[in-house]
């Protein structure tokens, strides 16, 4: 199954954050995926074959963009 995300999707992880927080938000798509987490507002940037691995659900978002 092929899961699709956009730019500025809430996503949620399998892992929660060390903060306590399993929401992301999606701020560059690309090679790397950068996230940003809704809870504390760190930032990281994982490649795209990690964050498919690691991703629970998409929650959507705003953007048409589909990548």
């Not at 949620?12 to 903060?19: E, G, L, R, S, T």
Request: with cysteine.
């Amino acid at each position: 199954m092929e899961k699709t995300f956009n730019l500025n999707d809430i996503v949620i992880m399998k892992k929660p954050h060390a903060c306590g927080s399993n929401n992301w938000q999606i701020k560059r798509v690309g090679v790397d995926i950068k996230l940003k987490c809704l809870n504390c507002g760190r930032e990281v940037m994982l490649d795209r074959l990690e964050f498919i691995r690691k991703l629970k659900k998409v929650e959507g978002g705003t953007n048409e963009e589909k990548i």
